[in-house]
């Protein structure tokens, strides 16, 4: 399996617009996890999806953020419209129920 | 709620050294506990994951042991090497049925030639 993939591993957008990540988790995993890393807060989990259902949403900082998995394969976490402190690297990883843990790359984004 | 924390912040050591890396946390009810390591500009590689009903793992020159009583946890890393360097990260995950992974600060491994 090629790991956790995520794209675009670099985003610069300016204050207001919209940005989209997006995430396919391993295959045969059941949990999948978004997690933001900043220098001054270090990993915050946002939100994590345990069979495509959110099951806890209470890391999402404010409704400008939104996140879904269609399915089994895919989720997106969306951020609209975008502030310069939102500027952070954010992880998507999947597991299967309490199992390892696995990460991708990152989505490194800048808001201007 | 639960609360991971990681000392030292940073550790400087000559290469071949053994060294230990701690990880606590608040609330010992888990499902498990995982080592992480972290290059710059990377994502985080999994390097151990301990059960709650196991004490230790081991892999290669790496053993993480698990004390759910005293909510702890080490690191050992034997015979450091310049290539260990980087950051490391411990994580537990809540044995409330919420299963999230809740990770601690971090500490910055720097080994010297």
């Known amino acids: 399996d090629a790991g956790v993939i995520q794209s675009p591993r670099h985003e610069v957008t300016e204050m207001g617009q919209e940005v989209t990540l997006r995430c396919k988790p391993i295959?045969?995993?059941?949990?999948l996890f978004w997690y933001r890393q900043t220098m001054m807060r270090g990993l915050e989990l946002l939100i994590y999806?345990?069979?495509?259902?959110?099951?806890?949403d209470s890391g999402m900082p404010e409704d400008r953020f939104s996140a879904k998995m269609p399915n089994a394969s895919f989720s997106t976490l969306k951020i609209q419209p975008s502030e310069p402190r939102d500027s952070a690297v954010y992880f998507c990883?999947?597991?299967?129920?309490?199992?390892?843990?696995?990460f991708g790359e990152g989505s490194r984004l800048t808001v201007l | 709620k639960q609360e991971v924390t990681q000392i030292p912040a940073a550790l400087s050591v000559p290469e071949g050294e053994n060294l230990v890396l701690n990880c606590s946390f608040t609330?010992?009810?888990?499902?498990?506990l995982q080592w992480f390591r972290q290059d710059p500009g990377k994502g985080l590689t999994s390097l151990l994951l301990?059960?709650?009903?196991?004490r230790e793992q081991t892999s290669g020159r790496l053993n993480a042991s698990l004390d759910k009583s005293s909510g702890r946890s080490t690191l050992y890393i034997a015979a450091s090497q310049p290539g260990d360097s980087a950051t490391y990260l411990c994580a537990v995950m809540g044995g409330d049925s919420s299963y999230k992974l809740i990770f601690g600060s971090g500490t910055r491994l720097l080994v010297r030639p």
């Open positions: 301990i059960q709650s009903s196991q």
């Open positions: 609330d010992s009810a888990i499902y498990n």
């Open positions: 999806f345990n069979n495509n259902v959110p099951i806890d």
């Open positions: 295959s045969g995993h059941n949990s």
């Open positions: 990883a999947s597991s299967f129920i309490t199992g390892e843990l696995f």
